[in-house]
């Protein structure tokens, strides 16, 4: 990136130096792949995130000496300043920034050729388009079909394509005409910059994860609670309950018989020879024992 | 427990639960019979529908393993 | 736990769980009394349903064996 | 299942499971006795760990009916 | 309960579980004393392996799904 | 988990869990701060009810079993 | 939960429970400190053993009991 020493065009200048005074009023930088994703999606997400981040797209050169002019080596992202790149400057969370991308979706029409990232079914029913050409698209894709009242209905849920698979001509076709615009389409950055550089798949976090920390966390805090029996509330009906199944337990172990112990005893008891009968059984089937 | 299987066998018996027979059991088991915890087993166990319990301990689950904590 | 036995003993007893019952309690079990757990463990116990606690407790799932035979 | 309580009378009594403490038991019990069951049954029981049976049967309190509290 | 409950006050206290203290506990509760279930409470218990059974009631409460047998 | 202990402990006190709450507290406890961490965290538990996952914690672990936790 | 919740956080950053560096973490957050409170909690948590308490499977309530017998 050594670029002192050439002359810069003066509109190029005015670029490096907007550039320059955004990543010097914004704490984070994100870089987003821009690469077939359409122009209207880019504009969603600039009106959604508008006063929490601004969008810009750059020219990855000119991005790497605004990040040298401003003090942050542009060698950190070398090899994601390519393509078309827009970056985005914030004072969020990175992690924030790229959680809150991935809520906002646009959908489109997949395009032949593309992998699809899911399952594709044509929906049984009237299609509004009336036979011809058509049937024939629908024939190629083993798509049963009734003409009624001329119009093409959809004899049943057909699944046309499985993740993975590519996109015909005669599909993205079809789906145009359907009104399918199934393929979503959500931006994650490729990288943010916080002081360090926070890959993209980093970025977007498992929730799920996190509760379950949390759900971990918060147990084993009330196992303690419980063991030192902490006078509150909710750890004292836990403390209760463990208290009273203990005193049940003994009862049980000693054979200790009240009205309100008796059952218990008995049930016991009962479970226990069941269990031996259970194993008796297995080494002695010819006592007929029969456990239920 | 002692004397609860040996009031459980009297029942599977079909025999009465009565103080003596606990007895006779557990002393043909070589247990020292503890005339106290006889007396208030008996009396205790009049109370309850051991038919009843049996059928319990059998609908009754019947967990997998020990769950070891 | 000495405290919540002592409690649950003078519950069972139709007693008040009071400062003053936990630590006769105690006290009889030969157990030195913290005054300040005595106070915290009773108003906290007192915003506890203890019998719904105690039901609940018991009428747990229950693991007995392999029935299977 | 006369014939296991039985044997788990002697078992908790510390006692042998043998024939004959075993056929002892279920007499006292008024249960005619079945020599060849008890032969099978005491043959069986050799190789069970029964401590360990009784433990995995039963980790717990087993009252599914709400046991009064 | 109460007597159970009184067991393991002076289980967890560190104290012997004998009649003498059993009753010292009890009675500090309120509750009239009955000698006999006191002495073979107290009888029964010295076989037992206390600390043993208070973890194995604890692991219990996680019995899975009724497996039906 | 020390990050998640932070964040609980000021939800308790009712403090905002914000990037720098996570951070005193974890500098109090003497450890390392790892930024990227509390700023991962933080980000995360902002779309998290806490609330609601400390409520099930307790309603869950039992039935479902591999209590390991 | 406050005072846990810290002592936990000082555990698993490998860090001794004590009272000076409860009360710095709970006063990070933000948490009026008592004093008392405190101590008795370090002086507790001193005779557990921490590692084997979570081991356990918690003693919960068990509401959800799907065996219903």
Do not use: C
């Not at chain 1, 920034?97 to 032949?112: E, G, N, R, W």
């Not at chain 1, 049984?124 to 049963?144: A, Y």
């Not at chain 2, 006779?24 to 038919?51: F, H, P, T, W, Y």
């Amino acid at each position: 990136m050594a670029v002192t020493g050439r002359e810069i065009p003066r509109w190029k200048a005015e670029i490096v130096e907007e550039l320059v005074e955004l990543l010097r009023r914004h704490r984070v930088f994100a870089l987003i792949d821009t690469t077939g994703i359409p122009a209207n999606h880019i504009q969603m997400l600039r009106k959604k995130l508008h006063g929490k981040a601004v969008l810009k797209a750059v020219k990855p050169r000119l991005l790497g000496i605004a990040l040298e002019k401003a003090g942050i080596n542009p060698e950190l992202f070398k090899e994601h300043l390519t393509g078309q790149v827009v970056a985005v400057f914030t004072d969020m969370n990175p992690f924030e920034l790229a959680m809150l991308m991935d809520k906002y979706v646009t959908k489109t029409y997949f395009k032949p050729g593309e992998k699809t990232d899911k399952e594709i079914v044509i929906p049984e029913g009237n299609t509004g388009i009336p036979p011809g050409p058509m049937l024939s698209v629908f024939g190629r894709l083993k798509i049963q079909t009734k003409v009624q009242g001329n119009v093409i209905y959809v004899a049943k849920d057909t699944v046309v394509a499985k993740p993975g698979d590519v996109v015909s001509s005669d599909l993205a076709s079809l789906l145009q005409k359907l009104g399918l615009a199934l393929k979503e389409i959500r931006l994650r950055p490729k990288l943010a910059y916080d002081g360090v550089v926070i890959p993209g798949d980093k970025l977007v976090l498992n929730l799920e994860e996190y509760s379950g920390m949390l759900t971990t966390a918060h147990l084993d805090a009330l196992k303690i609670a419980v063991e030192l029996a902490l006078p509150e509330p909710g750890v004292l009906q836990l403390v209760l309950a463990k208290a009273q199944r203990q005193a049940l337990s003994l009862a049980i172990e000693a054979g200790f018989i009240t009205p309100e112990t008796a059952e218990a005893v008995l049930l016991a008891a009962v479970a226990k020879a069941n269990a031996l009968a259970a194993e008796v059984a297995k080494h002695a089937p010819e006592l007929g024992l029969e456990v239920k | 427990m002692e004397y609860i299987y040996a009031s459980l066998l009297l029942y599977k018996a079909g025999k009465e639960i009565s103080e003596e027979n606990v007895k006779k059991v557990l002393e043909a088991a070589g247990v020292a019979v503890d005339e106290v915890r006889v007396k208030s087993l008996v009396a205790a166990i009049k109370n309850i529908d051991i038919a009843k319990v049996l059928e319990q301990a059998i609908a009754a689950p019947v967990a997998a393993a020990p769950v070891q904590a």
